[in-house]
């Protein structure tokens, strides 16, 4: 287990500095000039500046420096908003995004399991038909017509009460964060549901269940213990792959919905082309990934025994 | 010895073998056929790829079809909602209107008498009313709703200051639809009244001979007279905000959303096939060594890296865009397939038909082309269904946070992109982009989850 998670720890940090280089690379071939914006362009104060971010040096030397500054988690300083350091732009605005992706992992979680349960539940019945025709429709409909229609149905609602039930747009408040978080779990719930119905009814066919139903036990007791337990675990498995899903799709939502979080400022550095903020967000939210994605696998390996970790 | 003597051969005769064959009921089918016929049966999937051979015939004949120019605007007829076609009345161009004036020779809390000095047009609404004794001014307020329940008069057009002042011109962006409007009168100290007088006029969409030429809905001033109604461009779908016909801009976005869905999947699932068919192959440690890589692409970051690259390739001027989102979605979707492919290429050559096509002195290159293509199809083929829906998706969500084609190029996510702005006022927009969205990938969804259990044999009887 320890070797184990070393193992994975280390090629965690591999995937990193891949990740550091491939966003270095990427943006020293963006053509154009990242001080081009800059309104005081006489030469001398060109030279400072170059100076200053360490333009004028040749470029492994750069990647050296960025590579170390990297590895002191120094993301340098933002070209275009004046001495703002790129880390106090990513620890103001991580935190909202990760709230953000928090809940509505935790919404598309239960939620998947819920229906996903009911489903299967009501096999080739009517709540089956209408839950899994919503299914399907919640992967087909692109977040963003979702989070439009959710704004605009929340208008009317609000216009409709004659009070704000809810707000339609920023941050701040537990208030502000339901629906932002329902609309961008609601993907990943309807994938969860399609995920928990097959393998409830997986499990529902097996033959420990039907020793168990043949015991005599009361069939709430089945359900909780043996079908549900067991069907969830499948669920907890993509639950690494759906948080990096969930933290893309939050960049539509924060659009939508006025969030200060992370994927906004990362789209608006780069309408900016603030190279520094770039290539911080790129390598912070690369690296939150990759140690996500590690820290699921190793809890499944806790949950469930028959997983042997090699 | 002597009992072999007592057997006498003619008293033997042959048995006669009455062999029962067993009918075959059904004709024999091979692999794809059944397949094929599975797909046929599961009415989701038949009618899924009905709709994606209407989308591609609708992405191919609709520019040849709808000759409307998708990037043409007209200014005059922003966000039309979908109508059917309209026209216009031919009138003489405008000429300064004077205005009214009259002694006022009642007093009151409103005007009366509220009229149109001519019908109401798109070039001008005049308004005269009969003035109130003791009037200092009249307020004039433009209303798209009836105003009557709770005093919302609308947009505050202007005031005419003076009792005598009996009439008023309206010519701010005047739409052939109903409006309601109120004149409040101001008392001695210029306060407004509380009461109000409220007309309904329903405007008629209305242009001069000089307008229609130059706006070119007409060839010629000569073809027509004064009074005449002309027949307007038409736009089933409505039009966008800058008035660019919808429907073009849908047919033209079909082929760029569809180009980039079903191009880049075909591109990278070729790659990831031959990728991983060499990994699994060689074997070793060059597979470790390929395998690896591609396990360091799929770590980084999907969207931030397709915008990064998109930045990196760069537009220029006068360019779609939609080049470089093909590369950036190329070289960071190949590594699922290429994993894909050599684990079934690793699965395959454990089997025993291999090792017995190899025994019988079988080549490497007849063993891919017999035995290993042909059983991994079925995967890549589901794979590459799979790949389309995300591929639109990806399109569709970088094109909507401005990152995608560059505008003029319509494409379903630019598309949406736009319609977002103008979502409440008017909806379709946002909605008919959404809508081909929506359907693409539903359907392309649906046709995958219908090849996968049509080519998967365990599936087979279970309908």
Same mark, same amino acid.
């Given at each position: 287990m320890l070797t184990y998670t070393l193992k994975r720890v280390v090629q965690g940090i591999v995937t990193v500095w891949f990740i550091a280089t491939a966003t270095f690379v990427a943006m020293h071939a963006v053509p154009g000039d990242p001080l081009a914006n800059q309104r005081a362009t006489t030469e001398q104060i060109r030279q400072n500046l170059q100076a200053r971010y360490g333009l004028? &040096? =040749?470029?492994?030397?750069?990647?050296?420096?960025?590579?170390?500054?990297?590895?002191?988690g120094d993301f340098g300083i933002s070209f275009t908003q004046a001495n703002r350091r790129v880390n106090d732009i990513i620890f103001e605005s991580f935190p909202v995004s990760a709230t953000l992706g928090v809940l509505a992992v935790v919404f598309a979680a239960f #939620? #998947?399991? /819920?229906?996903?349960?009911?489903?299967?539940?009501? &096999?080739? &019945?009517? +709540?089956?038909?209408?839950?899994?025709?919503? %299914?399907?429709? #919640?992967?087909? /409909? +692109?977040?963003?017509? /979702?989070a439009a229609l959710g704004q605009l149905a929340l208008v009317d609602i609000n216009a409709w009460l004659g009070f704000s039930l809810l707000p339609v747009a920023g941050w701040g408040s537990v208030r502000h964060m339901i629906v932002p978080s329902m609309v961008l779990g609601l993907g990943t719930m309807a994938y969860l549901t399609r995920l928990m119905r097959s393998s409830m009814l997986e499990i529902t066919g097996s033959d420990f269940i039907r020793t168990a139903r043949a015991k005599g036990l009361p069939s709430t &007791?089945?359900?909780?213990?043996?079908?549900?337990?067991?069907?969830?675990? +499948?669920? /907890?498995? %993509?639950? #690494? =792959?759906a948080i990096a899903a969930i933290t893309t799709g939050g960049f539509v939502v924060e659009l939508v919905f006025a969030i200060p979080g992370l994927g906004r400022s990362f789209v608006q550095s780069v309408q900016q082309l603030d190279y520094t903020v770039i290539m911080g967000t790129t390598v912070f939210y690369g690296a939150f990934l990759v140690f996500m994605v590690i820290v699921v696998d190793l809890l499944y390996g806790l949950i469930d025994p028959r997983v042997r970790l090699e | 010895m002597n009992t072999v003597e007592r057997f006498n051969p003619l008293d033997f005769e042959p048995v006669v073998i009455e062999r029962q064959v067993h009918a075959i009921s059904r004709p024999s089918l091979s692999y794809w056929q059944d397949a094929g016929r599975r797909l046929r049966s599961n009415w989701r999937a038949s009618a899924s790829l009905g709709i994606i051979v209407g989308l591609v015939a609708f992405a191919i004949a609709g520019p040849w079809v709808w000759r409307v120019d998708p990037a043409a605007q007209d200014i005059d007829q922003i966000s039309q909602a979908p109508s059917l076609p309209s026209t216009a009345l031919i009138v003489e161009p405008s000429v300064p209107w004077a205005g009214v004036t009259s002694e006022p020779i009642r007093a009151g809390q409103a005007v009366t008498e509220l009229r149109l000095a001519e019908p109401a047009t798109t070039q001008t609404v005049r308004l005269v009313w009969e003035p109130v004794l003791g009037a200092t001014g009249y307020v004039i307020y433009r209303s798209i709703y009836d105003p009557a329940p709770d005093r919302a008069l609308g947009l505050p057009l202007g005031?005419?200051?003076?009792? !005598? @002042?009996?009439?008023?011109?309206? @010519?701010?962006?005047?739409?052939?639809?109903?409006?309601?409007?109120?004149?409040? $009168?101001?008392?001695?100290?210029?306060?407004? !009244?509380?009461?109000?007088?409220?007309?309904?006029?329903?405007? $008629?969409? *209305? $242009?001069?001979?000089?307008?229609?030429? *130059?706006?070119?809905? *007409?060839?010629?001033?000569?073809?027509?007279?004064?009074?005449?109604?002309?027949?307007?461009?038409?736009?089933?779908?409505?039009?966008?905000?800058?008035?660019?016909?919808?429907?073009? @801009?849908?047919?033209?976005?079909?082929?760029?959303?569809?180009?980039i869905g079903v191009v880049a999947p075909l591109v990278f699932v070729l790659i990831g096939i031959v990728y991983g068919s060499i990994a699994g192959f060689v074997g070793g440690r060059v597979d470790q060594l390929l395998m690896r890589f591609a396990e360091f692409v799929i770590a980084l970051p999907f969207l931030l890296f397709m915008i990064l690259f998109k930045i990196a390739f760069g537009i220029g001027p006068g360019e779609s865009g939609v080049f470089p989102m093909l590369v950036a979605l190329v070289i960071l979707d190949w590594p699922p397939t290429a994993r894909l492919v050599r684990g079934q290429i690793l699965q395959i050559r454990q089997e025993g038909y291999v090792s017995a096509s190899q025994l019988l002195g079988a080549k490497t290159g007849y063993l891919v082309f017999r035995h290993m293509i042909p059983n991994t199809l079925g995967v890549i083929l589901v794979t590459l269904t799979f790949a389309v829906p995300s591929a639109i998706f990806t399109e569709a969500f970088l094109s909507f946070i401005g990152m995608g084609v560059a505008p003029p190029t319509a494409s379903w996510g630019s598309m949406a992109n736009e319609g977002i702005r103008t979502m409440l006022p008017h909806p379709h927009e946002l909605i008919f982009p959404a809508v081909f969205i929506s359907i693409a990938v539903l359907a392309f969804n649906l046709l995958g989850d219908g090849l996968r259990d049509a080519l998967d044999v365990r599936m087979r009887g279970r309908e």
């Amino acid at each position: 287990m320890l070797t184990y998670t070393l193992k994975r720890v280390v090629q965690g940090i591999v995937t990193v500095w891949f990740i550091a280089t491939a966003t270095f690379v990427a943006m020293h071939a963006v053509p154009g000039d990242p001080l081009a914006n800059q309104r005081a362009t006489t030469e001398q104060i060109r030279q400072n500046l170059q100076a200053r971010y360490g333009l004028d &040096r =040749p470029l492994i030397e750069q990647y050296g420096i960025f590579i170390g500054n990297t590895l002191q988690g120094d993301f340098g300083i933002s070209f275009t908003q004046a001495n703002r350091r790129v880390n106090d732009i990513i620890f103001e605005s991580f935190p909202v995004s990760a709230t953000l992706g928090v809940l509505a992992v935790v919404f598309a979680a239960f #939620g #998947g399991v /819920v229906w996903g349960a009911l489903t299967a539940i009501y &096999r080739n &019945r009517l +709540p089956d038909h209408i839950i899994t025709f919503l %299914v399907i429709l #919640g992967i087909s /409909v +692109p977040s963003f017509v /979702v989070a439009a229609l959710g704004q605009l149905a929340l208008v009317d609602i609000n216009a409709w009460l004659g009070f704000s039930l809810l707000p339609v747009a920023g941050w701040g408040s537990v208030r502000h964060m339901i629906v932002p978080s329902m609309v961008l779990g609601l993907g990943t719930m309807a994938y969860l549901t399609r995920l928990m119905r097959s393998s409830m009814l997986e499990i529902t066919g097996s033959d420990f269940i039907r020793t168990a139903r043949a015991k005599g036990l009361p069939s709430t &007791r089945i359900f909780l213990k043996h079908q549900l337990r067991n069907a969830i675990l +499948p669920v /907890v498995t %993509v639950l #690494g =792959p759906a948080i990096a899903a969930i933290t893309t799709g939050g960049f539509v939502v924060e659009l939508v919905f006025a969030i200060p979080g992370l994927g906004r400022s990362f789209v608006q550095s780069v309408q900016q082309l603030d190279y520094t903020v770039i290539m911080g967000t790129t390598v912070f939210y690369g690296a939150f990934l990759v140690f996500m994605v590690i820290v699921v696998d190793l809890l499944y390996g806790l949950i469930d025994p028959r997983v042997r970790l090699e | 010895m002597n009992t072999v003597e007592r057997f006498n051969p003619l008293d033997f005769e042959p048995v006669v073998i009455e062999r029962q064959v067993h009918a075959i009921s059904r004709p024999s089918l091979s692999y794809w056929q059944d397949a094929g016929r599975r797909l046929r049966s599961n009415w989701r999937a038949s009618a899924s790829l009905g709709i994606i051979v209407g989308l591609v015939a609708f992405a191919i004949a609709g520019p040849w079809v709808w000759r409307v120019d998708p990037a043409a605007q007209d200014i005059d007829q922003i966000s039309q909602a979908p109508s059917l076609p309209s026209t216009a009345l031919i009138v003489e161009p405008s000429v300064p209107w004077a205005g009214v004036t009259s002694e006022p020779i009642r007093a009151g809390q409103a005007v009366t008498e509220l009229r149109l000095a001519e019908p109401a047009t798109t070039q001008t609404v005049r308004l005269v009313w009969e003035p109130v004794l003791g009037a200092t001014g009249y307020v004039i307020y433009r209303s798209i709703y009836d105003p009557a329940p709770d005093r919302a008069l609308g947009l505050p057009l202007g005031d005419v200051l003076g009792a !005598q @002042r009996a009439s008023y011109e309206d @010519r701010l962006d005047l739409d052939p639809t109903r409006y309601w409007y109120s004149v409040v $009168v101001l008392d001695a100290s210029r306060a407004e !009244q509380d009461a109000y007088t409220t007309l309904v006029v329903d405007v $008629v969409r *209305a $242009v001069s001979p000089e307008e229609a030429v *130059a706006r070119g809905w *007409a060839s010629d001033t000569a073809a027509f007279g004064v009074g005449d109604q002309i027949t307007l461009p038409f736009h089933p779908l409505g039009t966008d905000y800058l008035g660019r016909d919808m429907l073009a @801009r849908l047919a033209y976005g079909a082929r760029v959303s569809l180009f980039i869905g079903v191009v880049a999947p075909l591109v990278f699932v070729l790659i990831g096939i031959v990728y991983g068919s060499i990994a699994g192959f060689v074997g070793g440690r060059v597979d470790q060594l390929l395998m690896r890589f591609a396990e360091f692409v799929i770590a980084l970051p999907f969207l931030l890296f397709m915008i990064l690259f998109k930045i990196a390739f760069g537009i220029g001027p006068g360019e779609s865009g939609v080049f470089p989102m093909l590369v950036a979605l190329v070289i960071l979707d190949w590594p699922p397939t290429a994993r894909l492919v050599r684990g079934q290429i690793l699965q395959i050559r454990q089997e025993g038909y291999v090792s017995a096509s190899q025994l019988l002195g079988a080549k490497t290159g007849y063993l891919v082309f017999r035995h290993m293509i042909p059983n991994t199809l079925g995967v890549i083929l589901v794979t590459l269904t799979f790949a389309v829906p995300s591929a639109i998706f990806t399109e569709a969500f970088l094109s909507f946070i401005g990152m995608g084609v560059a505008p003029p190029t319509a494409s379903w996510g630019s598309m949406a992109n736009e319609g977002i702005r103008t979502m409440l006022p008017h909806p379709h927009e946002l909605i008919f982009p959404a809508v081909f969205i929506s359907i693409a990938v539903l359907a392309f969804n649906l046709l995958g989850d219908g090849l996968r259990d049509a080519l998967d044999v365990r599936m087979r009887g279970r309908e």
